[in-house]
């Protein structure tokens, strides 16, 4: 408790911003300990942090959070993200963002962010919906779901995230869940780490918007689901089809050297100087 509590003191603004405005049995309280936790085991400074959010329940990370931070508006918080690291390539800037936000409104900009491999690392809080907004369904709400937006039931198929960051060519993909607390820890603090893009999908819960229009239980039992259709990386190598249907991996999904965007910008600066120099 006194490890908790000094981590609390440590990395939020809990003075200023607290209480917070999630709902009772939220996962992104889970995902905050694990990010401050893989903060800290990094041993990084706070002022080499920037932390950037757009807009949805998981934007208010960067509210609570004592870093260097940037709320910003709904789907760009890359690029914000991009501005920063190419200003200031030394520092260490984590982008958190919900499903909708990463890849409805801010999907062009996730994929060209993999695409270029720049040295960002963005943690993608996977809920199924956008829960600030009034529960209106999202690219990863799953087919005949229900959602505000589709009283009858979804009939757009969803996409998985961290294969959509593998395929765009991020430098490190991870999944993990809010139940599988210590491994998210992992993957967050490997992430921070990378060289280069390096994507964390977090499932979540949202009970309030999701669960409950689907019948699928309070915060318990979402978490229970999740706990029981989660499947090791190294596990699910093992398995046959059949036995993975319904079931999910988590674990790191790829982890590459390629070359990063933001070194080899660097690069081409100072062959453009020398050019010029020549030039003259």
Not at 42 to 65: F, P, W
Not at 194 to 214: D, I
Not at 220 to 236: P, S, Y
Request: hydrophobic share 40%.
């Amino acid at each position: 408790m006194a490890a908790v509590t000094k981590l609390v003191h440590k990395y939020l603004r809990h003075d200023k911003k607290f209480p917070n405005v999630w709902c009772p049995g939220c996962g992104n309280g889970i995902l905050l300990g694990s990010l401050i936790r893989a903060i800290d085991r990094t041993g990084l400074q706070k002022d080499e942090i920037v932390i950037v959010s757009g807009i949805g329940c998981s934007g208010r990370i960067s509210v609570y959070v004592d870093f260097n931070t940037l709320h910003t508006t709904h789907g760009r918080a890359l690029t914000y993200a991009t501005g920063v690291k190419l200003g200031n390539p030394k520092l260490h800037v984590i982008v958190i963002m919900g499903d909708g936000d990463a890849t409805a409104i801010g999907g062009n900009h996730f994929i060209h962010a993999a695409r270029r491999n720049i040295d960002l690392t963005a943690i993608v809080v996977n809920n199924n919906i956008y829960g600030m907004t009034g529960g209106q369904y999202s690219p990863t709400t799953p087919y005949g779901a229900l959602a505000t937006t589709s009283l009858y039931g979804n009939i757009e198929h969803s996409f998985s995230i961290a294969e959509l960051a593998v395929m765009a060519g991020a430098g490190m993909v991870s999944r993990g869940t809010v139940y599988h607390a210590t491994l998210l820890d992992d993957l967050i603090e490997k992430a921070i780490m990378k060289r280069g893009f390096a994507v964390v999908e977090a499932l979540s819960h949202c009970h309030t918007q999701y669960g409950r229009r689907n019948r699928l239980g309070g915060a318990v039992e979402m978490l229970r689901w999740q706990k029981d259709a989660a499947v090791r990386i190294d596990k699910a190598k093992s398995m046959s089809p059949e036995e993975l249907n319904g079931k999910f991996t988590i674990g790191v999904l790829t982890d590459r050297d390629l070359p990063v965007y933001t070194e080899e910008y660097q690069k081409l600066r100072e062959s453009a100087r020398a050019m010029m120099s020549g030039a003259k």
